[in-house]
DNA sequence: CGGTATCCACTTAGATACTG
DNA sequence: CAGTATCTAAGTGGATACCG
């Protein structure tokens, strides 16, 4: 509990990885960007999303019942729901197949696989990260 | 509107990509540490988490009422709120200063800097298709 | 300054029923 | 099968007031 704050990172580890985005994106950036761009995380930043990208992105095609099946506790209605947004921001392909009954698959485009491709390091690091946060809350939890 | 669906990518790049994430965490990965990982994933997906990440990621440390006007729209409660929560996650540390008046610094942890730096390509990502989105936007709406 | 507590408007999401 | 439509319960977030 004394010196937890660093973990298993040295100074130097951290330095460097505060330096990434600065390099790449300096202070300069346009407020008005920077707007737009936390605009756009926010539309991306909620459960079902993310769920939804990791599992297209994992089993590449699916159904539509498929997917309500991988994606576990989602109800239909937001199955659709966020279907279709991410199908409205060029992140899903929806192909209808106009048979009886309905067939409709649903696949990443290239932009969703490129975000996917974005988002696998956050699922490393939660994998990774599971038990430094469960810690972290048990510590939290003790200390009141 | 023909060929859109791959946009800038190749078929060999798409299948790298896709490939990527397999070769690390394989279809063989526990079931149970998959559903941990989608609930830590859900904690995380939501909006002023991931600005305030992004925020103190930039700005290094900030005073609660700095990180207020940094982080615009936001109210005093969700602030509390959310940073309370990133505090117990292990995220942010918090520094009271028993002044009066009180002054309390935030920063993040090592934990939330490797998080940030995981999110950095979800950043870069954004202002790199942020054109992309907007366009494929348009064209799913003038479609009906 | 940096909160907490309370109240309330609004959104959201689940359950249910129905349809092409 | 793959939705849409409707209703309702629950949750979320903002405004306000107050405290250490």
Redo the contacts between chains.
């Keep these: 509990m004394a010196n937890e704050?660093?973990?298993?990172?040295t100074e130097d580890?951290?330095a460097r990885?505060?330096s990434?985005?600065?390099r790449?994106?300096p202070?300069g950036v346009d407020p008005q960007?920077d707007?737009?761009?936390?605009d756009?995380?926010?539309g991306?930043?909620?459960?079902w999303?993310?769920?939804i990208l990791?599992v297209l992105?994992?089993e590449?095609t699916l159904r539509f019942s498929e997917l309500a099946r991988h994606v576990?506790g989602i109800s239909q209605k937001m199955l659709t729901q966020t279907l279709r947004r991410m199908?409205?921001?060029?992140l899903v392909?929806r192909t209808l197949y106009p048979s009886v009954p309905p067939k409709v698959e649903y696949r990443l485009?290239?932009?969703g696989?490129?975000?996917?491709?974005?988002?696998?390091?956050?699922?490393?690091?939660?994998?990774e990260?599971?038990e430094?946060?469960r810690?972290?809350?048990e510590?939290?939890?003790s200390r009141k």
């Design positions: 704050e660093n973990g298993p990172f580890e951290i990885a505060q990434y985005k600065v790449d994106y202070e960007i707007e737009l761009v936390k756009l995380i926010s991306f930043a909620d459960k999303t993310m769920i990791d992105w994992e590449g576990t199908e409205r921001d060029g392909i485009s290239s932009l696989l490129s975000l996917g491709a974005a988002f696998c390091n956050i699922w490393v690091w939660a994998i990260n599971l430094s946060v810690n972290a809350r510590d939290f939890d």
